[in-house]
């Protein structure tokens, strides 16, 4: 499903990069599950980001920052992106399990994040049984069966 190159609003290519590889870290699709790059999971977080309020898209930015430059403060040399996938995943583990609550809050915010951009894609979500088109023509039908509006 590579195509032409992904039209962002909101975040810049660093962002998204940052974002994709948070999303392939804490996600780790497997096959069938196709990987990060071929889901609009970061045109996903793209549209949240843009349709967020500038207080909001800030915050997520320095989030996203911070993780990105954060395991060298962790005793990992490289950065995020620079890490291999078992490191990432470490250093992520230890975000999510600090003494700080703050910190595991923070790292809740972003995997839940992550999962709801990944997991949102229509052909994932269709490829692990849930059919929204489906659901959404059955609730019509209900509705006009009950004669409700």
Wanted: contains cysteine; charged residues 30%; glycine residues 6%.
């Amino acid at each position: 499903m590579e195509g032409p190159p992904l039209q962002l609003n909101a975040l810049s290519g660093r962002e998204a990069s940052i974002f994709a590889c948070l999303t392939d870290t804490f996600v780790q699709p497997r096959p069938p599950l196709p990987p990060v790059r071929e889901t609009d999971a970061v045109a996903f977080f793209d549209r949240w980001m843009e349709l967020s309020p500038s207080r909001n898209r800030a915050g997520l930015r320095v989030l996203l920052y911070a993780i990105e430059v954060g395991p060298p403060l962790t005793g990992r040399r490289r950065r995020l992106r620079r890490l291999d996938p078992a490191a990432r995943a470490s250093y992520l583990r230890a975000i999510e399990t600090a003494r700080v609550a703050t910190l595991r809050q923070l790292a809740k915010l972003i995997k839940g994040m992550t999962f709801v951009s990944y997991y949102g894609d229509d052909r994932i979500m269709r490829q692990i049984g849930y059919d929204p088109d489906a659901n959404l023509e059955r609730g019509r039908r209900l509705r006009a069966e009950e004669g409700r509006p």
